[in-house]
């Protein structure tokens, strides 16, 4: 069984940053599997420790939030060769192995960072995080139970942390009552999001409702994390995803163009329109602009929608217009970069059959 969950496409990947820290959060189209959820990854609170402004970890920062996280991790290795007892160093490294999904790597740094830093929350946080992840690989019980006590040890040591909370509130959801979890315990973490923030609030509460399949009420929740007017445009995409998760074009286009006004250059803006186009069945013109302009960024940071998932919407919106055999491309592609996205399997397994009948 897998143990861990992690957020769509969007969450808290933006906005300035608490001033104690420096930055990076979801999840394909919607679709989640076993103990998935919708986790932030991207520019959200990583370290704890004020660097000097040229300093080689404030260049692998910056290598970093532009995804490239081979290459930070190169600068990350010299830097600590400088000062091995740097917890900000460490964990970054543990952050960049992360997002390279070599999970022992990221265990070995994270590790090294709480051992120098044992009281510091963000670092039980992204352990916990990174437990998770090899549990989900080696379906471990004890990684799961380790999971589950960092993100424990995460919000008792910073009881104001938003992400530490929603951490947690997804790990007693989603995990049997053997291992810690349980509805009521999620349930609490979520009430106690609220008294923070009543966006976070509304959001948990909504992921709490949608993993429990009670969707008018996360819908409803969504709405309230919509109409609240965020200043930032992580809630909307979330929003954007439950919509997307639903097939509710008239929804997600509603979610996006309030990201939209609070952040107009957003680049996640060209894949959520395209999807919604798609969706919706009309303007596949501008789908297709759209969902290819975000194909075409550089590099997409942690946290943003898949590559996958968005070659699968544009293999939809060619199958739509008639072009089977561009579609089928897309789809294919799709699936060797995520062989476990049913949406693009669906498409192929469509076009097939329609290929059989003709």
């Not at 992690?6 to 930055?23: I, M, T």
């Not at 910073?158 to 992400?163: F, I, L, M």
């Not at 969707?215 to 200043?231: I, T």
Request: charged content about 25%; some cysteine; proline content about 6%.
């Amino acid at each position: 069984m897998a143990y861990f969950f992690y957020r769509k496409h969007s969450d808290r990947n933006d906005g300035p940053l608490p001033k104690r820290y420096e930055a990076s959060p979801r999840r394909g189209a919607g679709v989640r599997s076993a103990l998935r959820a919708v986790l932030l990854f991207c520019f959200i609170p990583l370290c704890v420790w004020a660097a000097p402004p040229h300093s080689p970890y404030n260049l692998a920062l910056v290598e970093f939030q532009s995804g490239n996280f081979r290459q930070a991790s190169t600068t990350l290795e010299s830097a600590l060769q400088q000062d091995p007892d740097s917890a900000s160093v460490q964990l970054l490294l543990a952050r960049c192995y992360y997002e390279l999904k070599d999970w022992g790597q990221a265990v070995s740094y994270a590790e090294s960072a709480k051992k120098i830093e044992p009281q510091d929350a963000e670092i039980h946080l992204w352990l916990g995080r990174i437990y998770g992840r090899e549990a989900e690989q080696e379906h471990s019980l004890e990684l799961a139970v380790k999971t589950r006590k960092e993100f424990e040890q995460a919000v008792s040591l910073d009881p104001s942390n938003v992400d530490a909370h929603r951490d947690l509130m997804t790990f007693y959801l989603e995990a049997p009552w053997v291992l810690g979890g349980g509805r009521a315990k999620a349930l609490k973490q979520a009430e106690a999001i609220g008294t923070l923030d009543p966006v976070e609030g509304a959001l948990a509460r909504a992921h709490y409702y949608e993993t429990l399949g009670q969707a008018p009420q996360a819908a409803a929740e969504f709405n309230k994390a919509v109409q609240l007017k965020p200043g930032k445009p992580g809630p909307y995409f979330e929003a954007a995803n439950f919509y997307e998760s639903r097939g509710d074009a008239a929804g997600m286009k509603t979610a996006v163009e309030a990201a939209a006004k609070v952040s107009p250059a957003d680049p996640r803006l060209h894949y959520y329109r395209g999807a919604a186009e798609v969706m919706a069945g009309k303007q596949l013109v501008e789908a297709e602009r759209e969902l290819k302009s975000y194909l075409a960024l550089p590099r997409r940071p942690a946290g943003y929608p898949s590559q996958a998932s968005a070659l699968s919407w544009l293999g939809q919106v060619y199958e739509r217009s008639g072009r089977p055999q561009l579609a089928a491309e897309e789809y294919m592609a799709a699936l060797q970069l995520d062989p476990q996205l049913g949406f693009a399997r669906q498409g192929l397994q469509r076009l097939k059959a329609e290929n059989s009948t003709q």
